[in-house]
């Protein structure tokens, strides 16, 4: 999980701490975290309520900035880059897959597809739209808005605009919490697709041990610092970390 010097890692984390300020109290979110997410890779990341999760994904994917320590992107390191650079950053690179679908409800699934590339001023290249939208299983609903689909259906079109960039890494904040069981095994199934078939780096945070069981990995924060990994993770291996790590 730690390989700071393996070239082969898609986003590395090196002593990176994040701090937030609310009033008079200082509050460390994350405390020199290091740590580094191999090519084509499913990790998951968890731990108790306020431990960092979320803080931790925003830091490596760019959303926000650490206090101190460095995240690296490849060969680019996020540190000293503009917010305009950090934004192309983004789009260009990275996938973002998130509870709330964030469709556009008057786009129909291929408009919101390609929003990220046509919100980059490029090229859409039918071919490829129709690739993705065949991966994700939802070839026959191109031409459908969001209204007229299920939520499992929407959360595949979330991932569906994630890929289309043919980003980097996909970073994915609790991408089955609003849907039912059947519809959060059909979207863990794709995630797990899209890094067996298509070689795609996934982190992704979770509350749930199910989900957790779907990745390569499990990665565990408490209190902002790292708490230990789980490789090839069962429910109940997931469960019973969780259990010691909120003792």
């Known amino acids: 999980m730690s390989v700071m010097a393996d070239q082969s890692c898609v986003v590395r984390l090196e002593s990176v701490s994040k701090e937030y300020r609310t009033g008079r109290t200082t509050v460390r979110a994350l405390d020199a975290v290091t740590a580094g997410f191999r090519r084509g890779s499913f990790t998951a990341v968890m731990g108790p309520s306020g431990s960092g999760k979320s803080t931790f994904l925003h830091c490596a994917a760019g959303l926000d900035r650490p206090t101190s320590g460095r995240v690296t992107l490849g060969d680019t390191e996020l540190s000293g880059r503009s917010e305009s650079e950090l934004t192309e950053l983004r789009r260009d690179r990275i996938g973002f897959v998130f509870q709330a679908y964030n469709l556009l409800p008057s786009l129909t699934v291929e408009e919101n597809v390609t929003l990220p590339v046509r919100l980059a001023d490029h090229r859409t290249d039918p071919v490829s739209v129709r690739e993705v939208l065949a991966a994700v299983g939802l070839a026959e609903h191109g031409r459908r808005r969001p209204s007229e689909l299920s939520g499992g259906q929407q959360q595949r079109v979330a991932i569906a605009r994630a890929l289309i960039t043919r980003p980097e890494l996909v970073v994915a904040d609790e991408p089955t919490g609003a849907l039912d069981t059947r519809s959060s095994r059909q979207v863990l199934e794709l995630l ?52 010691h790590l909120g003792e």
Do not use: K, N
Not at 199 to 216: I, R
Not at 223 to 232: F, I, M, W
């Open 192 to 243: 797990r697709h899209v890094v067996d078939e298509l070689g795609q780096t996934v982190l992704m945070v979770t509350h749930d041990p199910v989900a957790a069981s779907y990745a390569d990995s499990v990665v565990f924060l408490a209190d902002g610092r790292l708490a230990g990994d789980l490789s090839r993770p069962t429910p109940d291996q997931v469960a019973a970390r969780l259990t």
